[in-house]
T-cell receptor, first 111, second 116 residues
């Protein structure tokens, strides 16, 4: 199965950098996703890692280490609008396009 | 291009009733997945349909069922509703021929179901 752990809540200051960690236990692996979800809205895609290393996309970067079952999402130059829930999700093997999600990390950006 | 649409957006039912939710995927997407989201459990996978066939199923009781039509639209049904079924039900579509990440999920706005 896929137990996915991430911190429940984090707080950071506007303009700062924050790192949200995600660990997973897996009997197989087919890629890791990060999604952002604002309150009352649908999750939206942020990043995808299937190989080890760092993927950079503007202010957001995501890192993956398959051997350690570990990923992180790095948010730079935080803005107030980054206050949201960040969801880590793993694509299990032989599961079609289904994703297993962690419970999400609620990030609060303060002035 | 229109996104994923779900109807209705809000629904109130009583225990024991049944409910049907509808999802229209992005044009050209053939896979539709359903998720239940609650504050305590987060997003939990219900099932996935591809070309009218259920390809995967999560760990939910048989009261939860679904289907997909030839135009890729999907419905999910919950029978004999329980209080614990109150949740946001999200539909997601995927598999765009032009996507570099075929299993990227595009979510609809969800249906908020309240069971009284």
């Amino acid at each position: 199965g896929q137990n996915i752990d991430q911190p429940t809540e984090m707080t950071a200051t506007e303009g700062a950098i924050v790192q949200i960690n995600c660990t997973y236990q897996t009997s197989g692996f087919n890629g890791l996703f990060w999604y952002q979800q604002h309150a009352g809205e649908a999750p939206t895609f942020l990043s995808y890692n299937v190989l080890d290393g760092l993927e950079e996309k503007g202010r957001f970067s995501s890192f993956l280490s398959r051997s350690k079952g570990y990923s992180y999402l790095l948010l730079k130059e935080l803005q107030m609008k980054d206050s949201a829930s960040y969801l880590c999700a793993v694509s299990p093997p032989n599961s079609g396009y289904a994703l297993n999600f962690g419970k999400g990390t609620s990030l609060l950006v303060t002035p | 291009k229109a996104g994923v649409t779900q109807t209705p957006r809000y629904l109130i039912k009583t225990r024991g009733q049944q409910v049907t939710l509808s999802c229209s995927p992005i044009s050209g997407h053939r896979s539709v997945s359903w998720y239940q989201q609650t504050p305590g459990q987060g997003l939990q996978f219900l099932f996935e349909y591809f070309s009218e066939t259920q390809r995967n199923k999560g760990n939910f009781p048989g009261r939860f069922s679904g289907r997909q039509f030839s135009n890729s639209r999907s419905e999910m049904n919950v029978s004999t509703l329980e209080l614990g079924d109150s949740a946001l039900y999200l539909c997601a579509s995927s598999l765009s021929p032009t996507s570099s990440i075929p299993n990227e999920q595009f979510f609809g706005p969800g249906t908020r179901l309240t069971v009284l």
